[in-house]
Nanobody, 119 residues
């Protein structure tokens, strides 16, 4: 069974930094594009960052310059580091794994971890 388990969420002050981790199991981690998405109440889930198996990254303008996604294939873990946090970063952050060329390549989602940024 596929499991994506996020950790590292919590309450931080505006301007602060926070790091999230997602530990994956049940997938061939190294062939998956991994991503972080977030969803605030009443809003659509949105992309935060993705990183391909080859290490290419994508960030939307909303977090560009403040977010860094990385992966450690040896540990089957993807990370998200965010700085200069804003109240609008408050959301549930979800880990994602996707490999469309693989018969059971997902997408898979974690349960999410709450990030709250206080002003």
């Amino acid at each position: 069974q596929v499991q994506l388990v996020e950790s590292g969420g919590g309450l931080v002050q505006a301007g602060g930094s926070l790091g999230l981790s997602c530990a994956a199991s049940g997938i061939i981690f190294g062939i998956y594009t991994m991503g972080w998405y977030r969803q605030a109440p009443g809003k659509q889930r949105e992309l935060v960052a993705t990183i391909t198996s080859g290490g290419s990254t994508v960030y939307p303008d909303s977090v560009k310059g403040r977010a860094t996604i990385s992966r450690d294939n040896a540990r089957n873990t993807v990370y998200l580091q965010m700085s200069s946090l804003k109240p609008e970063d408050t959301a549930v952050y979800y880990c994602n794994a996707f490999q469309p060329a693989w018969p059971k390549g997902g997408p898979y989602w974690g349960q999410g971890t709450q990030v709250t940024v206080s002003s």
